[in-house]
């Protein structure tokens, strides 16, 4: 194949890969395809077998090496995914907590175990606000 064709699979690959919504797969076939590109412009290989050999190889080695962290660093920017974008929010006790008690509190229609970090019990169906999250325990004091 020539060079020009190689680079131009590589973009429309890289651009296939913004339509598509969580993927993040096509762009390491693309990056593999600019690099063979490059590779046969230089005229450094002339031979198809090769060519494909080279396009698999640098696709899965990027795939495989740079598409775990990339997807980690995506979901971790993610303000939706984020456990600490409930600080703050209001949730409804279900259950007396006694001052540092553990308990069970309602936020977004789910039930949370929660800590107790007021000074004063919180009874059941009492408001009461986020003020930190360790885990899956939401840290919470009445409103």
């Given at each position: 194949m020539p060079w020009w064709l190689w680079l131009?699979?590589?973009?429309?690959l890289l651009l296939g890969d913004?339509?598509?919504p969580g993927g993040l797969v096509l762009c390491f076939f693309g990056a593999g395809a600019l690099a063979v590109g490059l590779v046969v412009a230089l005229t450094l290989i002339q031979t198809a077998w090769v060519e494909w050999l080279l396009f698999s190889g640098?696709?899965?080695v990027a795939l495989l090496a740079f598409r775990p962290p990339l997807v980690r660093y995506v979901r971790r920017s993610d303000p939706s995914?984020?456990?600490?974008?409930?600080?703050g929010e209001s949730a409804v006790v279900q259950?007396?907590?006694?001052?540092?008690?553990?308990?069970r509190a309602e936020l977004r229609g789910t039930t949370w175990?929660?800590?107790?970090?007021?000074?004063?019990?919180?009874?059941?169906g009492q408001r009461s606000q986020v003020t930190h999250v360790e885990g899956l325990t939401l840290w919470v004091?009445?409103?």
């Open positions: 131009t699979v590589g973009l429309g913004l339509l598509i640098f696709s899965i995914l984020r456990m600490d974008s409930l600080v259950e007396d907590i006694a001052v540092e008690g553990l308990g175990t929660v800590r107790n970090v007021g000074t004063v019990a919180l009874t059941r004091r009445g409103v």
